[in-house]
């Protein structure tokens, strides 16, 4: 789902309107909304927000030219960097060009494992 850039309450804390360029949420199969926004449909949203005549780029603030673009999610703000060119003067066929974007690495374990010697020797 996706809509104009507005004030919202994040994970991270509060996002204002001008920090997005729209708000977008993850719906899973059964309906319940993802807690921040996954890599593939970010970068498939925001190569979405620069082509015209798109519903994510009717909803955004974004340009159609080469640009980042920001997803305000349930986590914050993503920026995704897209290069979304238009091929002909109609606008009827888009090449994409690039699509980038950083994520961060979160630590699942940390610890130790004990063995016995035996296991390891035999």
């Known amino acids: 789902m996706v ?9 991270t804390g509060p996002v204002q309107a001008g920090e997005a360029d729209f708000v977008a949420r993850q719906l899973g199969g059964d309906g319940w909304v993802h807690k921040a926004f996954s890599g593939g449909a970010s970068t498939c949203t925001a190569v979405a927000a620069q082509i015209a005549g798109s519903i994510v780029h009717e909803c955004s603030a974004v340009d159609t030219a080469p640009r ?15 290069q979304v060119e ?31 010697r035996a296991a390891l020797e035999g």
């Open 3 to 11: 809509g104009p850039p507005r004030d919202h309450a994040a994970l």
């Open 68 to 82: 980042r673009v920001r997803i305000g999610h349930p986590s914050g703000v993503l920026p995704i960097h897209a």
């Open 86 to 116: 238009s091929v002909d003067a109609e606008g009827a066929g888009w090449v994409v060009r690039e699509v980038h974007f950083s994520r961060t690495v979160w630590r699942l374990m940390d610890g130790t494992a004990y063995i016995r």
